[in-house]
């Protein structure tokens, strides 16, 4: 069974920065793609980050050249590092893990709170 834990969120004032990490249990994840998504209050959730099986990073048009997500070098923990931080970026940012044969993120951990305050 895997398990994935975010933390690292917190309040932070805009132009701020914040690292998240999210722990990984259970399995072996290097060969498997993680990613970020967050959801906003009264908002869908939405992707941010994601990290492919060879390290190939994806990133959401809002977020490119703020966010930087890697892949720890035990494997066994993923990060995002979030720069210049504003308001809209307030929700809970979780961690998700693709493993195959599905063609889904099917792991997810609870999430982390990021607030961003003007």
């Known amino acids: 069974q895997v398990q994935l834990v975010e933390s690292g969120g917190g309040l932070v004032q805009a132009g701020g920065s914040l690292s998240l990490s999210c722990a990984i249990s259970?399995?072996?994840?290097?060969?498997?793609?993680m990613g970020w998504f967050r959801q906003a209050p009264g908002k869908e959730r939405e992707f941010v980050a994601a990290?492919?099986?060879?390290?190939?990073?994806y990133y959401a048009d809002s977020v490119k050249g703020r966010f930087t997500i890697s892949r720890g070098r035990s494997k066994d923990t993923i990060y995002l590092q979030i720069n210049n931080l504003k308001p809209e970026d307030t929700a809970v940012y979780s961690c998700?893990?693709?493993?195959?044969?599905?063609?889904?993120?099917?792991?997810w951990g609870q999430g982390t709170q990021v607030t961003v305050s003007s």
């Open positions: 998700a893990a693709l493993t195959p044969p599905s063609p889904h993120y099917n792991y």
């Open positions: 259970g399995r072996t994840l290097s060969n498997y793609a």
């Open positions: 990290l492919s099986w060879n390290d190939t990073t």
